[in-house]
């Protein structure tokens, strides 16, 4: 009598051995999606900053600042310091619009330009 396909046990092992993988390999790719989305942020945050610093030392009167000045993410854009296909960016962790982000800019006279933070 010849056998032909698989038994039952044959083919509950190999969906438990699937099962296994799949146990260990989703939460490995999930720590590495939410890692490369850190990474995104941080550098959409660089961008921001270093956007922020050029359009400070470019339109403010560093003479005449004598306290911290803000400027939106939206500012930014409007003066094409920062490049967006709809005229929004967006945060790369939630998705959401970015652009009411208030920049801090203060003179610093030892690095004599202007310099950038998220916190006053």
Same mark, same amino acid.
């Given at each position: 009598?010849?056998?032909?396909?698989?038994?039952?046990?044959?083919?509950?092992?190999?969906?438990?051995?699937?099962?296994?993988? /799949?146990?260990?390999? &989703?939460?490995?790719?999930?720590?590495?999606?939410?890692? =490369? +989305?850190? %990474?995104?942020? @941080?550098?959409? *945050?660089?961008?921001?900053?270093?956007?922020?610093?050029?359009?400070?030392?470019?339109?403010?009167?560093?003479?005449? /600042?004598?306290?911290? &000045?803000?400027?939106?993410?939206?500012?930014?854009?409007? =003066? +094409?310091? %920062?490049?967006? @296909?709809?005229? *929004?960016?967006?945060?790369?962790?939630?998705?959401?619009?970015?652009?009411?982000?208030?920049?801090?800019?203060?003179?610093?006279?030892?690095?004599?330009?202007?310099?950038?933070?998220?916190?006053?």
């Amino acid at each position: 009598m010849k056998k032909e396909g698989f038994t039952i046990v044959e083919l509950l092992a190999v969906i438990a051995l699937i099962g296994v993988v /799949m146990g260990i390999a &989703v939460p490995n790719v999930m720590k590495i999606y939410s890692k =490369n +989305k850190q %990474i995104l942020y @941080d550098q959409t *945050i660089t961008l921001i900053l270093s956007a922020a610093e050029e359009y400070g030392n470019n339109n403010i009167d560093v003479n005449s /600042m004598s306290s911290t &000045v803000t400027v939106k993410v939206q500012d930014l854009i409007n =003066n +094409k310091l %920062i490049k967006t @296909d709809n005229g *929004i960016l967006k945060n790369p962790k939630d998705n959401k619009s970015m652009n009411e982000l208030q920049v801090y800019l203060k003179y610093d006279s030892t690095k004599n330009c202007v310099v950038a933070s998220l916190k006053q």
